[in-house]
């Protein structure tokens, strides 16, 4: 099946600082999406993205579908960015498939 | 709009024991996805439900069983609890069977000692 693969594992930064996450996959596939897991457990979805680039606020997204990769930019950090990424895309029968994440700590 | 409750939030069961988790989707969402997270990895994939049959499995033995009701809440079962159960088990739900627009519940966290 496809692996998701994601570095780097761990990330501790100043606040204030910018990051760059990145997925590679093994397979083509037709959508890609970033989620980050708060410290209670629940994942939000922070961007689909199967090509191309995106922006919401602080953060960006880009996928470049034909290189099997995808990068999470975050800028100007804060402690409320902490916690991990995770990178999901679609596998067998369609179901998502995650990567092992990225653990982001914001120092104050 | 209420989002996706799981229950109960925490929970320790004893080796070989049996557990049940819940799961209320959220409102208008027929399909109830369940992951398991282990301590450091992301989350994989149990099974699917969609309108109260099972849609998709992963690679994970029959001692791991669902069930999902009329209004689309839904359980995890688990028999003969292993060690290596312990973990945070989510559930999703979405409007669809494809891999687009789940909202996650904050988990449940197995402990099997």
């Known amino acids: 099946g496809i692996q998701v693969e994601q570095s780097p594992p761990d990330l501790i930064l100043q606040e204030g600082a910018n990051s760059t996450l990145r997925c590679n996959f093994s397979d083509s596939v037709n959508n890609l999406q970033w989620f980050h897991q708060n410290p209670w457990g629940q994942l939000i979805n922070l961007f689909y993205i199967p090509s191309g680039t995106k922006q919401n606020g602080r953060l960006s997204a880009t996928t470049v579908a034909t290189e099997r990769y995808s990068l999470l930019y975050i800028s100007s950090s804060q402690t409320t960015d902490s916690g991990v990424y995770f990178c999901?895309?679609?596998?067998?029968?369609?179901?998502?498939?995650f990567g092992k994440g990225t653990r982001l700590h914001i120092l104050p | 709009e209420t989002g996706v409750t799981q229950s109960p939030t925490h929970l320790i069961k004893t080796r070989g024991q049996q557990v049940t988790l819940r799961c209320s989707s959220q409102?208008?969402?027929?399909?109830v996805s369940w992951y398991q997270q282990a301590l450091g990895q992301g989350p994989q994939f149990i099974f699917q439900y969609y309108r109260e049959e099972e849609n998709g499995r992963g690679n994970f033995p029959p001692r791991f069983s669902g069930l999902q009701f009329p209004n689309y809440s839904s359980e995890l079962n688990v028999n003969a609890l292993e060690l290596d159960d312990s973990a945070l088990y989510l559930c999703a739900s979405s409007l669809t069977t494809g891999s687009y627009g789940y909202t996650f519940g904050s988990g449940t966290r197995l402990t099997v000692v």
């Open positions: 409102s208008g969402h027929n399909t």
């Open positions: 999901a895309v679609p596998g067998r029968d369609d179901k998502i498939i």
